[in-house]
């Protein structure tokens, strides 16, 4: 058996932990653009190949048109803007967790891509952008397609 320090540390930690917990809760799966004034950041994953550099962006609901995509020097910048996703006759929110409004990441190379041939992808809620690894520089837009 403890003394009675430890007990009061352990609930402590506990108390600590729970008001933690509520603190993400309200302000990272609500809406952070509301209570930081700043926009979202959507989850990436970045592959190589032997050839290509491959970025994945998860954005579903975001239009194709709301997107865009561009090569500058060694950097791959991402940046646009989605939408609430809430019905137009909604009386009241009970839970408000999907992020919205606008968003921009950047991805940084070891090499300049070559603009021109960057090709991005945006399908089923995912942006999927080949980056070849061949040297070139200069900024240029990419032009998202649609499967």
Not at 45 to 59: G, R
Not at 118 to 141: C, N
Request: glycine share 6%; aromatic share 8%.
């Amino acid at each position: 058996m403890g003394h009675p320090g430890e007990d009061i540390e352990r609930e402590f930690e506990q108390l600590r932990a729970r008001m933690t917990e509520m603190m993400e809760s309200l302000f990272h799966r609500g809406r952070p653009t509301l209570v930081r004034g700043s926009s979202f950041k959507p989850v990436i994953d970045v592959y190589e190949t032997s050839s290509a550099i491959i970025v994945v962006m998860e954005i579903a609901g975001t239009e194709r048109k709301d997107i865009d995509v561009t090569v500058e020097g060694r950097r791959l910048r991402i940046a646009g803007s989605r939408r609430v996703a809430a019905p137009i006759d909604a009386q009241r929110c009970h839970q408000m967790e999907i992020e919205f409004g606008p968003f921009e990441r950047w991805v940084s190379f070891d090499f300049s891509p070559p603009p021109d041939a960057v090709e991005a992808v945006y399908q089923d809620g995912f942006l999927h952008i080949t980056i070849p690894k061949r040297r070139d520089s200069g900024e240029h837009t990419i032009r998202i397609l649609t499967e």
